[in-house]
Each structure stands twice: as C-alpha cells, then as structure tokens.
C-alpha cells in the first residue's frame, strides 16, 4: 500500500471517529435516552458503515440532526416527556439557586 493511501485511509478513519463521537455526545444528551439506547444505536450505525462500507456522514448525515432522529425513533415518547420535565425542573432550581448566590454574594 502506497504511504499516500496509508494516510488517507487513516483520515478516513479519524474522521468517522469524530463522526461518531460527535454523535454519541449528542444522542446522549437527548431526553430519556440511556446508555442502551446510545449502544443500540451505535451498534446499528457500525453494522450499517461495515456491509455497506459507508462513512457515517455519507449514509446519515450531520451527526446531531441523526442523533435527534434516532433518539424520536429509538426513545418512548412518555419517557421523553418525563426526562423533558424533569430536566425543567432542574433547570429552574438551578436558575434559583444561582440567583440566591448572586444575592449573598457566594
């Protein structure tokens, strides 16, 4: 194998390691979405990449938009909607918590 092709080869591969990086992030951040899902998911990404011989990128696109996508798909909307609520709820605590620093000055 020719060095040239040795090195493309591995900017291939370290692109479609961002790519699924990039996408795991962002999937885990989606609400309800556990580590199952996430390792369900990225099984699913990999089988594909590997019969097709796909880049991620090239057979699901941006990895935020598939991690949303996959996350409606793979994630039961009522749990979605508790995790949603829950975050909220945190969210605003936390919002008075930071303001009761703010006020004493912490």
Known sequence: MAKKDRTTDAAGEKD????MARFQVRLAMQPGVD?????????????????TGEHPRAA????????????????????????RRRDSGVAALDSVLQRARDITGM
Do not use: I, Y
């Not at 479609?16 to 790519?19: H, Y």
């Not at 580590?35 to 019969?51: F, G, N, S």
């Not at 699901?60 to 995790?83: M, N, S, W, Y």
């Open 16 to 19: 479609r390691e961002k790519w």
């Open 35 to 51: 580590r199952a899902v996430v390792l369900q998911a990225v099984k699913e990404v990999t089988a594909h990449c590997a019969e």
């Open 60 to 83: 699901f696109g941006d990895p935020d938009a598939c991690a949303v996508r996959t996350a409606e798909r793979l994630v039961p909307e009522d749990r979605a909607a508790r995790a």
